[in-house]
Nanobody, 117 residues
Framework: QVQLVESGGGLVEPGGSLTLSCTAS????????MGWHRQVPGEERELVAS???????FYVDRVKGRFTISRNNAKNTVYLQMNGLKSEGAAVYYC???????????WGQGTQVTVSS
């Protein structure tokens, strides 16, 4: 059974930083892309950043230069370092693992990020 466990969310002031972590267990493929998505009430879940099994990264335009996604394959963990958080960055952040070998997507339970002074 695949499990993704996120941590690191919380309350931060505008301009502040947070680092999210997501540790995966039970994945069997050797080609697993990882990503972070966000969702606010009433809106669809949307991609924030992703990292391929080979380490290639992608960021949506609004977070480029402020967010950094990275992964530690030995620990089966993906991170999202978020700097310069803005109020519109408040959302529930979800970790996603795409196992390309078995063609399956897995999601974490989400972690709340609140940006407020």
């Amino acid at each position: 059974q695949v499990q993704l466990v996120e941590s690191g969310g919380g309350l931060v002031e505008p301009g502040g930083s947070l680092t999210l972590s997501c540790t995966a267990s039970g994945l069997i493929g050797s080609r697993v892309a990882m990503g972070w998505h966000r969702q606010v009430p009433g809106e669809e879940r949307e991609l924030v950043a992703s990292v391929s099994s080979g380490g290639s990264t992608f960021y949506v335009d609004r977070v480029k230069g402020r967010f950094t996604i990275s992964r530690n394959n030995a620990k089966n963990t993906v991170y999202l370092q978020m700097n310069g958080l803005k109020s519109e960055g408040a959302a529930v952040y979800y970790c996603r693992a795409t196992d390309l070998d078995v063609r399956a997507d897995y999601w974490g339970q989400g972690t709340q990020v609140t940006v407020s002074s």
